[in-house]
C-alpha cells in the first residue's frame, strides 16, 4: 500500500510520503521504495506468519526506540532465555546489573537491561523522535545472543558491541570480568578506541562484515518473536545469498581476517581508532552479514522486530517486520544505505549530514 502511494504520487505530481519527508528533512538517508518485494498473496514462496500473528499495526512506531550509549549482545548459544535474562544470577547480563547497583555515584552510569530500561538524555533531542546519537544517553542495552562464544576457556564470553561495531572477547563470566568489560569498553567516557588495562586479557577486534543483523527471538518474553525470527534468519539467509552475500549464523574468530587484536597493537586509542575506521571501510566491502537472534528489545507488539548495524555506525530499528519484506530491506537498507520509514522504529546515528546513505563516511 506504501509503495501504490508512492507510485501515485510521482505519476501525478504529489508530495512524497509526509514521514518521508519528515525524516529526509532531519537528514535520514530514507526512500520511497515498497517494503513488500512480492504481490499480496505472495508470489515468492516467502515463509508466512501464523493467520493468528496479531501485531500492532495503528500505533506510531517511529519513537519507541530509547536513546542508549551502546548496545552489547553476550555469547550464549541459544535462542530463548528466561524471561528476564538478569534473572539467571551466573550470567554475565546479571553480573553486569550488580556493577551498576555497586558503581560509584560519582562515576558514569552503569548498564541496565532493556527489561528496566534508563536513560539520560541530552543536546536536546526529544526521545519521542526515536532518533538520536551515542553522545545522548549514558545507558548501555544489554542483550543475550545466539552467537556461541569463540573463546577458549568455557566461562568466556564474546560480547558484540554497537555502534562500534567490534567484537571483545575473552570476558570472563565474573564480576571481575564484568567490571573489566565495563572499564575498557563500555563506560560512556571511554572512546571506540577502548583503553588500556593493566594486565587485562580482553581482546578487541573490529567486526569482519559489512552489516549484522539482530532478531529478537525471545519466545519467553512474547511467542511472536520466537515464531518470527527463524523465520526472518531464513530470509535474510536466501535473499542475501541470491545477492551473492555470505549469510553467517556464528561469529567467525575476526583473527582469520583482521589479524592482531587492537590491545596487541603498538598505539594509542586515538591511533586505534584510524586503525579501526579503515579496518570498518574494509569490512564494509566484504559482502558478508553475521545474524544473530537476540534477546528482549522492547516492542514485542511490533514483532518482527529488526535491528541492523553498520560499520559507519549507524543502527536502524525496523518493526512490524515479515519475510515478504527481507528483500526490500537487503536491497534499499543493506546494499544501498537507504531507510525504509513505514518499518522505522527509531535508531541511532541515523542523522548523516552531507551524507547521501548511511554507507556513507
Not at 549514558?138 to 543475550?144: A, Q, Y
Not at 587484536?261 to 571501510?281: G, N, V
Request: proline share 6%; glycine share 6%; net charge negative.
Amino acid at each position: 500500500m506504501y509503495g501504490f502511494r508512492s507510485l501515485h504520487a510521482i505519476v501525478f505530481g504529489q508530495r512524497e510520503d509526509p514521514l518521508c519527508r519528515t525524516l529526509r528533512a532531519s537528514e535520514v538517508p530514507v526512500t520511497s521504495a515498497d517494503c513488500r518485494a512480492c504481490s499480496d498473496p505472495c508470489d515468492l514462496d516467502h515463509e508466512a506468519y501464523p493467520r493468528r500473528f496479531d501485531v500492532d499495526m495503528d500505533t506510531q512506531m517511529l519513537g519507541s526506540v530509547k536513546p542508549y550509549n551502546r548496545q552489547i549482545v553476550i555469547s550464549t548459544g541459544k535462542a530463548d532465555w528466561t524471561k528476564d535474562i538478569t534473572d539467571d544470577k551466573d550470567s554475565l547480563a546479571a553480573l553486569l546489573l550488580e556493577v551498576n547497583t555497586t558503581s560509584s555515584p560519582t562515576s558514569p552510569k552503569t548498564p541496565s537491561t532493556n527489561s528496566t530500561p534508563a536513560s539520560t538524555v541530552s543536546k536536546g533531542i526529544k526521545p519521542s523522535t526515536g532518533l538520536f546519537h551515542t553522545s545522548d544517553s549514558t545507558r548501555t542495552s544489554v542483550l543475550n545472543g545466539s552467537h556461541k562464544t569463540i573463546c577458549h576457556e568455557p566461562d568466556h564470553e564474546s560480547v558484540l558491541v554497537f555502534p562500534d561495531f567490534k567484537v571483545v572477547t575473552e570476558v570472563r563470566r565474573s564480576m571481575q570480568g564484568a567490571h573489566d568489560l565495563w572499564e575498557s569498553a563500555l563506560d560512556p567516557s571511554v572512546s571506540r578506541g577502548g583503553v588500556d588495562l593493566e594486565k587485562s586479557i580482553l581482546k578487541t577486534w573490529v567486526l569482519p562484515y559489512a552489516c549484522v543483523i539482530l532478531l529478537c527471538s525471545h519466545k519467553k518474553r512474547d511467542n511472536r518473536c520466537g515464531i518470527a525470527a527463524p523465520k526472518l534468519e531464513h530470509a535474510f539467509i536466501k535473499s542475501l545469498e541470491a545477492q551473492g552475500w555470505d549469510a553467517d549464523t556464528q561469529l567467525e574468530h575476526p583473527e582469520l581476517t583482521m589479524g592482531l587484536p587492537l590491545e596487541d597493537l603498538d598505539a594509542t586509542p586515538e591511533m586505534r581508532e584510524d586503525i579501526m575506521k579503515q579496518q570498518m571501510k574494509e569490512s564494509a566491502e566484504s559482502k558478508r552479514a553475521l545474524i544473530v537472534k537476540v534477546s528482549h528489545v522492547g516492542g514485542h507488539k511490533y514483532a518482527g522486530n529488526c535491528i541492523i548495524y553498520t560499520p559507519a555506525g549507524a543502527g536502524i530499528w525496523y518493526g512490524r517486520v515479515t519475510p515478504h519484506d527481507v528483500d526490500s530491506i537487503v536491497d534499499n537498507t543493506i546494499i544501498d544505505g537507504l531507510v525504509l520509514p513505514p518499518l522505522l522504529r527509531g535508531g541511532v546515528n541515523l542523522q548523516r549530514p552531507n551524507c547521501k546513505t548511511l554507507n556513507d563516511w
